[in-house]
């Protein structure tokens, strides 16, 4: 049974005779935020980010290759691979990181 996108929030408004908890409907909305959901979210962010910088290096290295031999051009293209790299490096330890956290390993 799929749950519903957005449930309503409930606050605690007294007991019953048995000392469990009566909830009153506050009207508020709330998403379910759970784990598996901000993995889920978070695994996208992170590849469509490794997507861009896939592209971003890709188009440094065509850079390059028309560069002609201009050596500015090609530093400026160089430096740009080497950033995006160490952009993919932090993206991965990212989602290392998230991954331990919520106890995925």
Do not use: W
């Not at 695994?43 to 850079?63: G, P």
């Amino acid at each position: 049974m799929a749950s519903p996108l957005f449930a309503v929030a409930q606050a605690v408004c007294g007991q019953d005779a048995s000392g469990r908890a009566i909830f009153c409907n506050t009207g508020l909305p709330t998403a379910p935020a759970s784990s598996a959901n901000l993995q889920h979210l978070l695994q996208i962010v992170f590849a469509i980010f490794a997507a861009v910088v896939v592209l971003v290096i890709v188009i440094a290295a065509f850079n390059i290759v028309i560069a002609q031999g201009d050596s500015s051009k090609v530093a400026k293209q160089r430096s740009t691979i080497i950033y995006a790299l160490v952009g993919l490096v932090v993206a991965i330890s990212a989602e290392i990181i998230v991954g331990v956290v919520l106890g995925r390993t």
